[in-house]
């Protein structure tokens, strides 16, 4: 992962890097691996991300079939 630094600018290069991390999930897998995790927490950690997974597709779905609203966009002001 590489991150420019623009003018010297490094709590915004550190932004971005933080940014970046996120959405790659590294945060996530770190914490996952900083302690044991038992097997029943697994199962149920994974069950449910499989019925979060399941429900985003089900909605996007609908929404493509006009069936639900789509969400609407975020305005981001720079």
């Known amino acids: 992962m ?17 940014k970046k991390m996120q959405r790659e999930g590294l945060f996530r897998e770190m914490k996952a691996r900083s302690a044991f995790e038992k ?4 199962r149920a950690r994974e069950k449910a991300e499989a019925i979060r997974r399941q429900r985003k597709l089900a909605r996007k779905k609908l929404q493509r079939e006009g069936l639900l609203p789509a969400p609407k966009k975020a305005i981001r002001a720079r």
């Open 2 to 18: 590489q991150v420019l630094v623009r003018e010297n600018n490094v709590d915004q290069a550190l932004r971005v890097l933080k």
């Open 39 to 42: 097997p029943s927490e697994k």
